[in-house]
C-alpha cells in the first residue's frame, strides 16, 4: 500500500506541480494516473521512487515513511518503466534486463538467466537476447523495458505513459500483455498517462488529475463513466462515456431468443410462420452445427415458392457476433447496430449460435443496469 | 625524380638501421616520448573530464582552460620549462601533454554531458548511484568521444614530439633538425616520411582500439552520426 499524506510539490519559479494529494494506492492492484499535460502525474509518479522529493506532506510505502530508506536501496525495490524505455544503448538486451540485479550484486550468470527468463514472460524471442536496443522496434524496446523493471521482482511498479510513443496496433497488444502479466503477478503497479481509454482499461482504480496538480476524482473505472464527479472529469472523460461504461457489464445476464433461429435445411413458409407469429421481421439462418449463415426478411420469405430451403436463399450478411459468455453489453450492442437485422446473433464459446437479441432487449438490460 | 631515389637509397643504407642515431633507435625514442605524453595527459584529462562531465560543475573553467591549453606555442612551452628543468626529457614531455590535454579533456566532458537526460533518470531510477551511473552509463556511452579526443592528440603529439631533437633527446626530429643544419634535404625528407607513416600508424592503432573498447551497439550509432 503507497499512501500520499498531503503531499505536494512546489517549484522554486513558483510553479505548483502538485497540491496538497491525499490517495492511496491498494497493494496488488493497479491505479492509474490520468490528466491532461502538465497536471502532476509524472510528479506524483516520481515521488514514490523519491526521483522527486516532495516539498511537503508525507509518502509511505506499507506504513514507513519513504524517507527513512536511501533513496538508491529504495529505488532498487522498485521497478521504473519509462516513455520509449530508456535502454541502455551499450548493452545487449539480456544484459539491460540484468541491470538491477546486477546492482543488486547477483553473480552475472544468475542475473543473465533470470533476464532469459523474464524475456519469455514479456513475449520477446530469445534470439533477441544479443541483440542492441537500436535493432529493436518500439514496441520491442517497451518489453525490454517491463522486463528490466521487473528483473529483480519489486513488489511495486511504477510506469510512465509506458505505450505512449508507441503505434495505436502495438499499444492495444501490450496493454493486453501487461493485464495478463498483472494477473499473474499481481503487483501493485501505478501507471501514468494522458488517455482516458487506456486509463478505463488498465486500472482497477483511477486518479484523474487537473491542471495545477489537483486530485479530481479517484475511483474505480465503472464509477468514474457513471458518476464524474464534475465537470472538469465529465468533459476529460468523453461524450460517449455511457457507452463505454457498458464495457463493465457482462452480457451474459442478457435473454436470447431461439425462436427466430432455423437451420438450413427449414423450409421458408415455416419459418415465416413461426416468425411473424413472434412478430419478428427477421430470421436467422444456421447451419446443423448452428454455426450463423445469414439474415433472410420474412417479406423474401412471402415471395419465395413453397418448399424451399432456407439455405438456398439469398442471405444478408450476419455481421459479427459476441460472446455470451465472455463479452459486454458494450460489445452486443455494437453487434446489434452493426447487424442488417437490427439483431445481434450471441454465440459460446465455439461460436455456436445460442439466441438472437433485440435492440428492445438490449434497451431493457441497458436501461436495468444504468439504472 | 633524383630526389625520390635519393631518399631510396638514404633508406636502403644497412648504416641507417642500426646503432644509437639509426631509424630503430629514433623511432623508439618518439613512440616512447609521444606514449609517455599521451598517458600522462590522459591519466590527468580523462578523469577530470568525467569529474566535470558527471558533476556539471566546472564546465566553463575546463573549456576555458582547455582553450587557453591550445593557445599555447608549444616551441614555447618547451623553452619555457627548459629555463625551469634545463634540458632533458621533462620540457619534451610537458610541452606535449600541453598539447594532449585540451581535446581529450573537452571531448571526455562534451561525451558524458551528451548522454542522453532520458538514460541518466532511468540509472538513477533504478537505483544507481552517482558512481555507478558514470562507470556502467556515462564513461560507456561516452567512449567513442573519449577515444576521438585521444586520437586527435595522438596525431598532434606524434607529429610534434619532433620538438625533442631541440633539447637533445632525439626521436625522429633528429633528421629534421640535422638535415636542417647540413642542408641536407634528404635526411629531412627521410624524417618527415617516418613521421607520416608513425601518423598514419597510430590512427590506424585508434581504429583498432574502438574496436576493442567501443560496444557493437554504440558503434552503430556513432558509425552514422559521424
Ligand atoms: N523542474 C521543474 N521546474 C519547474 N516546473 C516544473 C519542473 N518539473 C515539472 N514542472 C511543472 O510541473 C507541472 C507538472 O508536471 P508533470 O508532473 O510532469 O505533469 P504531467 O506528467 O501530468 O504532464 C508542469 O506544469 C511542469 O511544467
Ligand atoms: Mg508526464
Redesign the interface.
Known amino acids: 500500500m503507497i499512501t500520499f499524506e498531503g503531499a505536494s510539490k512546489h517549484y522554486p519559479d513558483g510553479t505548483v506541480a502538485v497540491a496538497d494529494l491525499d490517495l492511496t494506492v491498494e497493494t496488488g492492484a493497479t491505479t492509474v494516473f490520468v490528466g491532461p499535460s502538465g497536471s502532476g502525474k509524472t510528479t506524483s509518479l516520481r515521488m514514490i521512487?523519491r526521483?522527486v522529493e516532495p516539498t511537503g506532506g508525507t509518502i509511505r510505502i506499507d506504513g514507513e515513511d519513504i524517507r527513512r530508506q536511501d533513496?538508491?536501496?529504495?529505488?532498487?525495490s522498485i521497478g521504473?518503466v519509462?516513455q520509449?524505455a530508456?535502454?541502455?544503448?551499450?548493452?545487449?538486451v539480456l544484459d539491460n534486463i540484468a541491470?538491477?540485479p546486477l546492482?543488486l550484486g547477483w553473480r552475472r550468470a544468475k542475473a543473465r538467466a533470470r533476464a532469459a527468463e523474464l524475456m519469455e514472460l514479456v513475449g520477446l524471442e530469445p534470439a533477441q537476447a544479443r541483440r542492441?536496443?537500436?535493432q529493436l522496434s518500439g514496441g520491442q524496446q517497451q518489453r525490454v523495458g517491463v522486463a528490466?523493471a521487473l528483473a529483480a521482482d519489486p513488489p511495486i511498479l511504477l510506469m510512465d505513459e509506458p505505450f505512449s510513443a508507441v503505434d495505436p496496433v502495438v499499444r492495444t497488444t501490450l496493454q493486453d500483455e501487461l493485464l495478463r502479466l498483472q494477473q499473474e503477478l499481481h503487483k501493485t503497479i501505478v501507471f501514468v498517462t494522458h488517455d482516458i481509454d487506456e486509463a478505463v482499461r488498465l486500472g482497477d482504480r483511477i486518479a484523474v488529475f487537473r491542471p495545477g496538480g489537483v486530485l479530481a476524482q479517484y475511483a474505480a473505472p465503472e464509477r468514474l463513466l457513471a458518476e464524474p464527479a464534475d465537470a472538469f472529469v465529465e468533459s476529460f472523460i468523453g461524450y460517449d462515456r455511457g457507452v463505454r461504461r457498458l464495457s463493465f457489464f457482462p452480457a451474459r445476464d442478457l435473454s436470447p431468443h431461439e425462436d427466430t433461429v432455423f437451420d438450413d435445411q427449414t423450409r421458408a413458409e415455416d419459418a415465416r410462420d413461426i416468425a411473424e407469429g413472434h412478430g419478428s421481421p427477421w430470421v436467422l439462418v444456421v447451419s446443423a452445427e448452428r454455426i450463423p449463415l445469414g439474415w433472410v426478411g420474412t417479406d423474401q420469405l412471402s415471395r419465395v415458392p413453397a418448399g424451399v430451403p432456407l439455405g438456398d436463399l439469398d442471405l444478408a450478411p450476419y455481421g459479427h457476433t459476441f460472446n455470451i459468455g465472455t463479452d459486454s453489453l458494450r460489445a452486443a450492442l455494437d453487434a446489434a447496430v452493426l447487424s442488417p437485422a437490427g439483431r445481434a446473433v450471441g454465440v459460446d464459446e465455439d461460436g455456436r449460435v445460442v439466441g438472437v437479441v433485440s435492440q428492445d432487449d438490449l434497451g431493457t438490460a441497458i436501461w436495468s443496469v444504468t439504472e | 625524380m633524383d630526389i625520390l631515389i635519393d631518399l631510396y637509397q638514404w633508406f636502403a643504407d644497412p648504416a641507417q638501421w642500426s646503432g644509437a642515431s639509426g631509424i630503430p633507435a629514433r623511432l623508439v625514442e618518439h613512440v616512447y616520448y609521444s606514449a609517455l605524453a599521451l598517458v600522462l595527459s590522459s591519466a590527468v584529462a580523462v578523469p577530470l573530464g568525467l569529474l566535470t562531465g558527471h558533476t556539471g560543475v566546472g564546465g566553463f573553467a575546463t573549456t576555458s582552460l582547455a582553450n587557453f591549453a591550445r593557445a599555447l606555442p608549444t616551441i614555447g612551452v618547451l623553452f619555457l620549462v627548459v629555463l625551469f628543468a634545463g634540458i632533458g626529457l621533462v620540457p619534451v614531455v610537458c610541452a606535449l601533454v600541453a598539447l594532449a590535454v585540451p581535446p581529450i579533456l573537452v571531448n571526455t566532458h562534451e561525451g558524458v554531458r551528451g548522454v542522453e537526460p532520458?538514460?541518466r533518470?532511468?540509472?538513477?531510477?533504478?537505483?544507481?548511484?552517482g558512481r555507478?551511473v558514470l562507470m556502467?552509463?556515462e564513461l560507456?556511452?561516452a567512449t567513442p568521444l573519449i577515444l576521438i579526443g585521444m586520437r586527435t592528440a595522438a596525431v598532434q603529439v606524434v607529429a610534434t614530439a619532433t620538438i625533442a631533437a631541440y633539447v637533445g633527446v632525439g626521436g625522429l626530429g633528429r633528421y629534421i633538425v640535422d638535415g636542417q643544419a647540413r642542408q641536407d634535404l634528404t635526411m629531412m625528407l627521410g624524417g618527415s616520411v617516418l613521421v607520416v607513416a608513425l601518423a598514419v600508424a597510430t590512427t590506424l592503432l585508434f581504429a583498432g582500439l574502438r574496436r576493442l573498447l567501443v560496444?557493437?551497439?554504440?558503434r552503430?550509432?556513432t558509425a552514422s552520426a559521424r
Open positions: 521512487n526521483m533513496p538508491a536501496v529504495l529505488r532498487r521504473y519509462i520509449q530508456g535502454l541502455f544503448p551499450h548493452r545487449t541491470t538491477v546492482l542492441y536496443p537500436h528490466r | 532520458r538514460l533518470d532511468a540509472a538513477q531510477g533504478m537505483g544507481m548511484r555507478e556502467r552509463l560507456p556511452v560496444a557493437p551497439g554504440l552503430a550509432e
